[in-house]
């Protein structure tokens, strides 16, 4: 594998970063190649803001000038659009490019960190606002003109994995538990995300009781995490319906006989066998494809 | 109502900032009082860092030292704990201490932003990992010793509502959509923030196909919005269910009478009447009551 690992913890000596230590460990040991996002260590900008987008250009017979040029004083930001821009005609940071060559570069993207609220940390959730900009990795085309989406996308190709941790208990993360299961809390990562963009999401690694966690408990965590990477490759992902796979009508509802009586998230996890036409791997498309030298 | 309005969008001609003003103008006509916070206008400071933590005292006779001299160069940073002690000893940041008092004023919480991978941009989720702090917002504990989460909790007694904007079409945020039905999407703020501080979380008010929506449409919204606004004060929140309201066990999971044949985030939703013994509205208990003047 080909890891990008992308941590966001304030504090070099916490659970996480003894756990990532861990991990690249393991990868390396397993022959694999790793390069690691430590957004706190690198001071990464979190925040999306008029740097990150270039405004239209002005109407003119010669097409889109170049972007340095183009902004106007009256130019309104908008945001997928102007980052797409960016994108297109090298308007971005060069912080920015540097994560979409290691996105292109990598074939599996871990996403570690803490859960705050429910979500990554501010840092993180700034890495995809910024990072994960439309015409690299969504908004693309497919042959017939369609939007490349939910299994298919910029990303495509490549494994998505979360590796997270809690101060609660397992139980309360289960089906029933009050915080929601784990999957569901992580919905907008797995599905609205990874796949999303193409990536195949796998079951996440969530560390719980992280508050509490004893010696014994630390080393227990840390042998199923290097069990957990040595296995990735050959791992199936979450089997989450494509959207051109035939599940979704063009209002992207489930079509009636899909899971009929169902409710809730899991509806949008197929089953396999015939009713999942897309089961076939994931294509890479352009998108990160056109970074790769 | 004492509404406090954090807005989140990167320019101040944006649908969302045409939105906003819409919903102030309709608040003061209402007679209520409102204050702001325009994250992207004020600079908000998104990340989360070692300025936000105090370390632990060093075990001394005296019991906790001022904190300002007990950080230590082997002090390891501990979010949760270093936030309540920042917030309890008068470490935190004026920026965050403001934000604490605003919302101590308030009874009501509007988190406006758009949808930006199914989440709420970095900046804003900065504002809840910086201001939402232990001991403030959370962590607190009722008379019986129990930790108040989940309908009660330092922030009760405020309604919550968010205002959201998706360029895509509404069908696709359905109970059966592609993306997941809103109130799954926005689950780790309806449930995981809101309610788990003690807020009473509203149905969300979402935009849809924002990036194609004509002036009619935009003012359909604004119409809706403003609506809205009047009858906020007489809507009924989601009846999620309380932690400690009867229907959840020591595990922190559903007991088993409870939805038995349910599945997905809204077996947490209660039906309202005997199952439900929780249903007096939530109390407010000390977090932020103490930064009332």
């Keep these: 594998m080909k890891v990008l690992w992308i941590f966001a913890h304030p504090e070099q000596r916490s659970l996480n970063a003894s756990l990532m230590r861990e991990g690249l460990s393991e990868l390396a040991a397993s022959g694999h190649e790793s390069r690691v996002s430590d957004l706190y260590a690198m001071g990464w900008k979190a925040v999306l803001d008029a740097s990150d987008v270039h405004a239209p250009a002005p109407p003119g017979p010669q097409g889109p000038a170049p972007l340095a040029a183009s902004r106007g004083a009256d130019a309104r930001l908008t945001v997928g659009a102007g980052q797409e821009r960016a994108f297109l005609y090298g308007g971005q940071g060069e912080d920015v490019r540097e994560e979409q060559r290691k996105l292109a570069w990598a074939d599996t993207l871990i996403l570690h960190f803490p859960l705050w609220w429910f979500g990554p940390p501010a840092i993180l959730k700034g890495w995809l606002d910024r990072v994960l900009v439309q015409g690299f990795a969504f908004g693309l085309r497919g042959d017939d003109g369609r939007t490349l989406r939910y299994g298919e996308g910029g990303l495509a190709g490549r494994r998505a994995l979360v590796i997270t941790s809690a101060g609660a208990r397992e139980s309360g993360f289960g089906p029933r538990g009050?915080?929601?299961?784990?999957?569901?809390?992580?919905?907008?990562?797995?599905?609205?995300?990874?796949?999303?963009?193409?990536?195949?999401?796998?079951?996440?690694f969530t560390v719980y009781g992280a508050d509490r966690l004893t010696e014994a408990g630390y080393r227990a965590y840390a042998r199923r995490l290097r069990e957990r990477l040595r296995g990735l490759p050959y791992e199936e992902p979450l089997p989450y319906r494509s959207e051109r796979g035939g599940d979704y009508d063009g209002r992207l509802t489930l079509r009636p006989g899909i899971a009929p009586d169902g409710e809730g998230l899991d509806v949008h996890l197929g089953r396999g066998g015939p009713d999942r036409p897309d089961a076939a791997p994931v294509r890479e498309t352009c998108g990160a494809a056109a970074l790769r030298g």
Tied chains: 1, 2.
Excluded at 178 to 204: C, K, N, Q, S
């Design 178 to 204: 009050v915080h929601g299961d784990i999957r569901h809390v992580l919905w907008p990562l797995l599905h609205g995300t990874f796949w999303y963009t193409g990536m195949a999401p796998h079951e996440p």
